[in-house]
Each structure stands twice: as C-alpha cells, then as structure tokens.
C-alpha cells in the first residue's frame, strides 16, 4: 500500500470513528466475535455485500450509505451486549438475527412487540430506542461508561442517563425515561 493509500485509509477509519464511534473494523471484529459469525454471515445479515463489508472494514469506505444497514449494525450491537450479560441465549440470538436481516429499518427489534398508538405519537420505547441510537451511533459503550465514570461525582444524575441510554437494556432505558416522566 502506498503512502496515499495509507493517508487515505487513515483518514476513512478517523471518519468511522467519528459517525460510528470506532473503525468499522473494529466494530465488526467484535460482532463476530460476540455473535459467533463469520463475515459472510455478518454481512448478509446487515444486508450488505461481502466485498462491501470488507472495504468498510479495512477503511477502503468510509460510510454505510444505507441507513437501514446502520440501524441494524446497532441492533447487532444491542443484540451482542444482551449475549454478553446473558440475558439473550445463543438460541435466541440466532432469532433475533434473523430478525434484524429482514428489518427494513426504524425500531428494529421492538417493531412487531409495539401495538400501534393510532394518534402516530411515538412510544416510549421508540423515543429510549431513538435516545439510545443517538448515544451509541458518537461512541462505543465502554467509551459511554468511561464518560460516565468521570461525570459521576459531580453530575451524578448525568452519569446514570449516560449508563442506562448509552450501555444499558432497552427494557432499563424505558423505566428510566418513565420514571422521569412527572
């Protein structure tokens, strides 16, 4: 690779990080390590091509232009947090996989479980969903702890709302924001 390859390159994972909060690379690495997948999996998953997740993950590309595939790589991400504390089995996992790949976007994972509201207002769980997406989509959740651990002594209501939106469950998110809610 030459050096403007290498410059450019560099200059895509710094774009990465900053949309997605780390390098896609990194990003994807760790999905197929948490989930059990390989890239072929990963990528139909997402709804991408192989060769496209392999530009994306070695900074050949910069950006996933598919919001769709964005929102599915943070269900992914969601997904693989819920692995990781054992409040989804490998089982389900594969489910909700399954799941993800035919999602067309929006609130992925909770579409089917929300009733409709009929005035068009958005639930709850879509505004911690949309709340949470946010947080996830300008860094990673240990970054959002660290973030966290920092505030806490002096913002330590600050520091909770980092935690439960930005590395915590869905289903704490939602109690947090109702509970706030008077």
Do not use: C
């Not at 059990?36 to 996933?64: E, Y």
């Not at 769980?125 to 920092?150: F, P, T």
């Amino acid at each position: 690779m030459d050096a403007a390859q290498q410059e450019a390159t560099a200059r895509a994972r710094e774009l990465q990080r900053s949309w997605y909060g780390e390098p896609l690379g990194a990003l994807f690495r760790r999905l197929i390590d948490d989930l059990g997948l390989n890239q072929a999996r990963l990528a139909a998953v997402l709804g991408l091509s192989a060769p496209m997740l392999s530009q994306l993950m070695s900074g050949q590309r910069a950006k996933i232009g598919n919001p769709a595939v964005v929102q599915r790589v943070q269900a992914l991400q969601e997904l693989a947090v819920q692995v990781a504390d054992g409040t989804v089995s490998a089982a389900e996992a594969t489910d909700r996989m399954d799941e993800v790949k035919k999602s067309q976007g929006g609130s992925v994972l909770t579409s089917t479980a929300q009733p409709a509201t009929g005035s068009g207002a958005p639930t709850v769980r879509r505004v911690v969903r949309e709340i949470q997406s946010l947080l996830r989509s300008v860094a990673a959740a240990g970054d959002i702890i660290d973030a966290a651990d920092s505030l806490a002594p002096a913002h330590p209501e600050l520091a909770e709302f980092l935690r439960v939106y930005g590395a915590g469950r869905t289903a704490d998110a939602v109690a947090h924001y109702e509970s706030h809610q008077n």
